[in-house]
């Protein structure tokens, strides 16, 4: 098969012949249909960690199974069968484990870490889900601490004494934001209170974010000087009670810290040295951890040591299993975010390839 792969002395990639990866048990094998291109896919190319000669690299994917692990050779799941159409993540070059990563024709998974794509959805659509929508389900869920339609383990709403729980999304339209825009409805949905959704993007994505599935009740524009003065307007000078940085990156995690309420939470998705802030000058402590941790291994990841952490995949599993029931009942439960498809025209190498992004 063919895959693409990072030699980090010399930082080149290059499309390399490599054997078909065979699976193991609980395992499942993918015939790639669709990758997406997510940021840190070209960052640790730039800025290679791998300490491996030659590394395959890619985080997000979709595709067909062809084959499966010896020990699920008679499940009925439908991650575990031939011809299931799945999609999922893996964590490509940005870690020194020996995990490959995404962007070959063909690649192993977890079966219980993956997701059944609806017929209703393409697979192009489904490949730019999972590794963002996770860190969004993340922030949103263990780290804020809405109600979770898919775990009981969280959802303790901030009393905040009022009628209203006001959740603030900085940077609405990138990915991540319009991820963690829908599973803030969700949580509204599931608990039965009244949240108040704030975004601060650029205007002319504003139209966009008003409608369903987003349902921003108030936006401001990120580019204005006094757009945190308006977000503190709009709670009637309360503050708001959660909020989620999408950008986490210095003057952002300021900013955002400057609109919270006393007794608020922050959910960032760079750590102070990756993101260059500095917790200590912070009244309320921005609450941070890595996607990387869903997949249950010890990672290392922007300069640090993550150990493997066994709760963060159960996490993991219940938000695939919360996906996977749209292919059952036909309800997709995150909308795919709006996209350019690559064709495979652009990359004949990789035939019946599609880059998503």
């Known amino acids: ?33 669709a990758v997406a291109l997510n940021p840190i896919d070209s960052i640790y190319v730039v800025h290679p960690i791998a300490e491996q000669e030659h590394r395959v690299i890619g985080t997000d994917f979709s595709g067909v199974i062809t084959a499966v692990g010896p020990n699920l050779s008679s499940s009925t799941d439908l991650r575990a069968k031939v011809g ?42 489904a490949s730019a889900i999972s590794m963002c929508g996770l860190t969004a389900a993340q922030g949103v869920y263990s780290r804020l601490n809405l109600p979770c339609p898919f775990d009981d383990q969280t959802g303790a709403l901030i009393d905040n004494g009022h009628d209203v729980t006001n959740v603030l999304i ?18 509204a ?49 309360k503050g708001v009670d959660l909020a989620v940085d999408t950008i986490s990156e210095g003057q952002t995690v300021y900013s955002v810290h400057d609109t919270l309420a006393a007794a608020a939470k922050m959910a960032v998705f760079r750590g102070p040295k990756g993101g260059q802030y500095d917790p200590s000058e912070l009244r309320i402590k921005p609450i941070y951890g890595a996607v990387w941790e869903g997949l249950g291994h010890e990672i290392g990841y922007n300069g640090a040591i993550f150990p493997a952490n066994p709760e963060a995949r159960v996490f993991a599993t219940k938000f695939f299993n919360f996906l996977s029931t749209a292919a059952a009942d036909g309800k997709v439960k995150l909308a795919p975010n709006p996209r350019s498809c690559v064709e495979e025209a652009r990359y004949k190498p990789h035939r019946g390839l599609h880059a998503t992004y």
């Open 170 to 187: 900085y940077s609405a339209s990138t990915s991540l934001g319009l991820y963690a825009a829908q599973l803030v409805q969700h949580a």
């Open 189 to 237: 949905r599931t608990s039965g209170r009244k949240i108040r959704l704030i975004g601060a993007a650029s205007p002319s994505k504003h139209d966009l974010l008003r409608k369903a599935p987003y349902n921003y009740d108030v936006l401001v524009d990120y580019r204005d000087p006094e757009w945190v003065e308006k977000v503190k307007m709009a709670t009637e000078g």
């Open 1 to 33: 098969m063919k895959a693409l792969i990072l030699t980090p002395a010399t930082k080149a990639v290059s499309i390399q012949e490599l054997p078909v990866p065979e699976p193991r048990d609980g395992e499942v094998l993918i015939r790639v249909h």
């Open 84 to 125: 299931g159409r799945v999609a999922g993540f893996h964590q490509g070059a940005c870690s020194t484990n020996d995990r490959p990563g995404a962007f070959a024709e063909y690649i192993t998974a977890p079966y219980d870490l993956l997701w059944s794509v609806p017929d209703s959805m393409s697979l192009e659509d």
